[in-house]
């Protein structure tokens, strides 16, 4: 089963090397929607996937790191980069391209990485990150695919290569959190009393 979690920010860039002139040369915004697509073949205690509330925490810190904030490419020229950090204390320093293609990979190595360190309490069974679509305009998005995430073709993306400013980490709930994640610090989902008692999982190998 899938399930779907909407996220939204407001996001400045400029795309280098793309073939539209306005968006290789000029600093512009969008008003970008993500989606984030989670898979399980089981549900947990209170008969969901994975809690929607539970996305709101790390996730959606990452996400909303974003909002507000300029992007740039890390090997954009050393001036224009000055600038961006001079004049917005929100920036984010990619490793790749700020397209909406590598918004999505970008999304998809990060919150994978999150779940992959999170510790389960309430019951969840093998959640894994199906996809992230990555929405630019009413009319364009890219949906990154696990395959995608991790293509060199595509450009590696590192978690320790993405650069968060001072300001987009402050506003976090915590703000060492990207640290504790490069450092594999587990992230402790709630524990909850059950106030219904769940039926015993069936035993498939009977």
């Known amino acids: 089963m899938l399930i779907r979690k909407l996220f939204k920010f407001e996001n400045a860039h400029i795309v280098r090397n793309c073939s539209s ?4 040369h000029s600093i512009h915004g969008h008003s970008y929607k993500v989606e984030v697509l989670l898979e399980a073949q089981a549900l947990d205690h209170g008969q969901m996937v994975y809690d929607f509330g539970l996305m709101k925490g790390t996730i959606r810190d990452v996400i909303d790191a974003f909002d507000h904030a300029i992007c740039f490419w890390d090997r954009d020229e050393a001036d224009y980069i000055a600038w961006a950090k001079r004049y917005s204390q929100r920036w984010i320093a990619m490793p790749v391209s700020p397209s909406a293609e590598q918004f999505s990979r970008l999304f998809f190595v990060i919150i994978d990485a999150i779940l992959k360190n999170t ?10 990150l199906h996809s992230v679509i990555a929405h630019e305009t009413e009319t364009g998005y890219a949906q990154c695919f696990r395959a995608d995430a991790y293509n060199p073709r595509m450009g590696l993306i590192a978690l320790e290569q993405v650069i968060f400013s001072e300001q987009c980490k402050a506003e976090w709930k915590d703000p060492a959190m990207l640290d504790k994640l490069l450092r594999g610090e ?17 035993d498939l190998n009977g």
């Open 186 to 202: 587990p992230f402790q989902n709630p524990t909850i009393a059950l106030q219904v008692q769940p039926d015993p999982q069936p």
């Open 119 to 128: 510790a389960m309490a309430n019951g969840e069974q093998d959640v894994v």
């Open 21 to 24: 002139d306005r968006c290789r």
